[in-house]
């Protein structure tokens, strides 16, 4: 698996890594009806070193997390970087920490990189902030980071820290989503973060477009393949297509090891400039 180095984590992470929304259920509501095929698709994952995992306490009222921490076992801990959310209703400095230690729980061991899921509406910033630090003192995290943040709040966010920083964004991008290339994406760069990318299949559509179709026949790839190979040209962005079964999942490890052309990758982003963000 090819591998990026985030200065601010110190080590390399993989190129590639997996999301977990519907693995385990939806907002809130646990679902255990494929639970042993999605532990063995996340297994699976880790073993073709895609061993960068997303999940949250929201997904699937935790039992996302429980399954991750069911296909984590038995791999060597360091290995694998496993990625968990704290939703904003619980961004109260007490909640924070009871949401963390919870979350450390159904896991089975500490969190690599804890974040806030989305922005806090009714808390200050800075409490939720601070209590994310004292989750890494407590030793339930070892990093801490933010998601669903623009510039200014990223800014905002670091400014209230004092023993940690955010070494990572996770936001949305994908080619038909750019709204942070030319602001978050070069911002993480500089800053020796990682950029996570969510939804970087726009929810599987970009896996049926013609066009990317067309462009990876020449690479002997795929659509899936093109959309997130031209994300990770980015050096700082980590794409974490989710993959539900074996089939998905093999197809989106073919994203790594090869590099579109200059020429192609520039004609990709010029052709999807103009579409929606
Ligand atoms: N921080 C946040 O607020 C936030 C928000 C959204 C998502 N996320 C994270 O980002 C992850 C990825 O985003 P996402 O799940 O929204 O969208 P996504 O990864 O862009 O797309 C997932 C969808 O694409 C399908 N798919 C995956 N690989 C495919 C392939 N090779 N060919 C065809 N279809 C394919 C999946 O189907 P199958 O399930 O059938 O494989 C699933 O329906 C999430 O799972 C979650 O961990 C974070």
Known sequence: MERKYIRKIGKELPALGMGTWGIGGGFWTPDR?????????????IELGASLIDTAEMYGGGHSEELVGEAIRGFPREEVFVITKVWPTHARRDDVLRSAEASARRLGTYIDLYLIHWPPTD?????????????????????????????????????????????AVEN????????????????????????IAYSPLEEGSLARDPFLAAVGAKYGKTAAQVALNWLIRFPSVIPIPKAGNLRHLEENLGAVGWRLSDEDWRMISEKYRWLPA
Not at 127 to 137: F, H, N, Q, S
């Open 33 to 45: 009806s494929r639970d042993g095929e999605w532990v063995l698709v996340l297994r699976r994952g």
């Open 123 to 167: 808390v200050p910033l800075c409490e939720t902030m601070r209590a994310l630090e004292e989750v890494v003192a407590r030793g339930l995290a070892r990093f801490i980071g933010v998601s669903n943040f623009g510039l200014e709040l990223i800014e905002e966010a670091r400014s209230c820290l004092s023993r940690e920083d955010v070494v």
């Open 172 to 195: 949305k991008f994908s080619l038909l989503d750019r709204r942070d290339e030319k602001t978050v994406v070069p911002y993480t760069e500089r800053e020796g973060m990682a950029y």
